[in-house]
């Protein structure tokens, strides 16, 4: 690849990161105080999970202890936060997610930290193999976020009103 290429790479992967960031944040904010079923919190994995397409091409992938690790640090760094600002509460009957005032300030500084992150990273690794690094990350946040929501959302279904 020559330089005009890298160059166009790596800006083409900002501007990507920041419309998905910001469509994360826009939809999040619309998201919020409304009602929530088993259904909504579970299909935003399984939709994501197509993204592990992307490990077909052979320029994206990357070895098994990367993945784990990206994972690992996704499920267990980057999940806690969005866990810890995410409450659901039963409001006349139905199940809503509350909208927290950090909540939005934490997306936007995992969205930052991941920015920073990715340009260290790229100095390793190509530009295709740091995006599946980051997917895989984002998956891992997702997924254990998403089942901690989970078992609130089963919990709260379970007491009487």
Sequence with gaps: MNLASLQFSHIAS?????????GIIIMRLRASNRPVSVRKIIIPPFAMSTGFLMF?????RITWIWALGAFG?????????????????RIEGEIVLKRSKTFIVILL??????LLLHDVME????????????????????????????????QLQRQPE
């Design 14 to 22: 900002i501007v990507m990161s920041l419309l998905v960031g910001g």
């Design 56 to 60: 077909v091409v052979p320029d994206t």
């Design 73 to 89: 640090a996704g499920a267990l760094l980057f999940a806690y936060p969005l866990i810890r600002t995410s409450k659901l509460e």
């Design 109 to 114: 500084v995992l969205f930052i930290v991941r």
């Design 123 to 154: 100095s390793y690794i190509s530009i295709p193999q740091t995006a599946g690094l980051f997917f895989i990350l984002a998956f891992g946040m997702i997924v254990v976020w998403r089942l901690a929501m989970l078992r609130v959302f089963l």
